[in-house]
T-cell receptor, first 111, second 113 residues
Framework: SQTIHQWPATLVQPVGSPLSLECTVEGTSNPNLYWYRQAAGRGLQLLFY??????ISSEVPQNLSASRPQDRQFILSSKKLLLSDSGFYLCAWSATDYGYTFGSGTRLTVV | AQSVTQLGSHVSVSEGALVLLRCNYS??????LFWYVQYPNQGLQLLLK??????LVKGINGFEAEFKKSETSFHLTKPSAHMSDAAEYFC???????????FGTGTRLLVSP
C-alpha cells in the first residue's frame, strides 16, 4: 500500500535561519507531488507541485523553493526564513483518479 | 480557472442534528470535486469524491454529498452529527483526480452535546 512520510512534525526556527522539510512517498511510482501551506485561520495555499524528477512548478512568488531529487522525494527549502513563513506545511501526492493523499504535516513557527 | 466557495467559516450543530456544509464551485471543464476533513494538527483525510459518475456520493463516517450541476453545488451532509465529527472540512475542485486541487477556505464544524 502507498504511504507518505513527512518530517519533522514540529519545528521552531529563528528568523533568518535556513529551512529544509522533507516528504517521501512509498508504494507508488512517478507520483505528482505537492507542497501546501495552511496559515492560521486560512485555507490551503498551493506552493509547489512536481510531475517528475527535477520538474518544479511554483504557484506563488515567495521566500521558499522546492526540489525533487528522486522520484518519490520532495523537499521544501528556504535560505532565510521570515516571520511570515510560519504555518502548517502539508505534502501530498496523487497518481490516479483517487485524488490526493496528504502527509501528517509540519507545524513551522518562525520566531 | 477553477475556484471553490465554502459558505460559513463556522457551523455549529447539536449532537444528533443534521450536518450541512455548503460548497459552490466554478469550473470551465467538468469538475472533479472532493471533500476533505482535517483534525487539529493533522493532515487532510479524504471523505468522498465526485468523478462524473453518480451524482449522490457516499463517503466515510456517514457523510454524503450531492453534485448539482444546475446549482454548481456540492454540499456535504450527515443525518446525525456525532461529537467526533468536530473538525475542519475542506471542499476542493480539480479538472481530474490527479491534477492540482483548488481548495476552499474551510468550514469548522462545532458539535455541542
Amino acid at each position: 500500500s502507498q504511504t507518505i512520510h513527512q518530517w519533522p512534525a514540529t519545528l521552531v526556527q529563528p528568523v533568518g535561519s535556513p529551512l529544509s522539510l522533507e516528504c517521501t512517498v512509498e508504494g507508488t511510482s512517478n507520483p505528482n507531488l505537492y507542497w501546501y501551506r495552511q496559515a492560521a485561520g486560512r485555507g490551503l495555499q498551493l506552493l509547489f507541485y512536481s510531475v517528475g524528477i527535477g520538474q518544479i512548478s511554483s504557484e506563488v512568488p515567495q521566500n521558499l523553493s522546492a526540489s525533487r531529487p528522486q522520484d518519490r522525494q520532495f523537499i521544501l527549502s528556504s535560505k532565510k526564513l521570515l516571520l511570515s513563513d510560519s504555518g502548517f506545511y502539508l505534502c501530498a501526492w496523487s497518481a490516479t483518479d483517487y485524488g490526493y493523499t496528504f502527509g501528517s504535516g509540519t507545524r513551522l513557527t518562525v520566531v | 480557472a477553477q475556484s471553490v466557495t465554502q459558505l460559513g467559516s463556522h457551523v455549529s450543530v447539536s449532537e444528533g442534528a443534521l450536518v450541512l456544509l455548503r460548497c459552490n464551485y466554478s469550473s470551465s471543464v467538468p469538475p472533479y470535486l472532493f471533500w476533505y476533513v482535517q483534525y487539529p494538527n493533522q493532515g487532510l483525510q479524504l471523505l468522498l469524491k465526485y468523478t462524473s459518475a453518480a451524482t449522490l456520493v457516499k463517503g466515510i463516517n456517514g457523510f454524503e454529498a450531492e453534485f448539482k450541476k444546475s446549482e454548481t453545488s456540492f454540499h456535504l451532509t450527515k443525518p446525525s452529527a456525532h461529537m467526533s465529527d468536530a473538525a475542519e472540512y475542506f471542499c476542493a475542485v480539480s479538472s481530474s483526480g490527479f491534477q492540482k486541487l483548488v481548495f476552499g477556505t474551510g468550514t469548522r464544524l462545532l458539535v455541542s452535546p
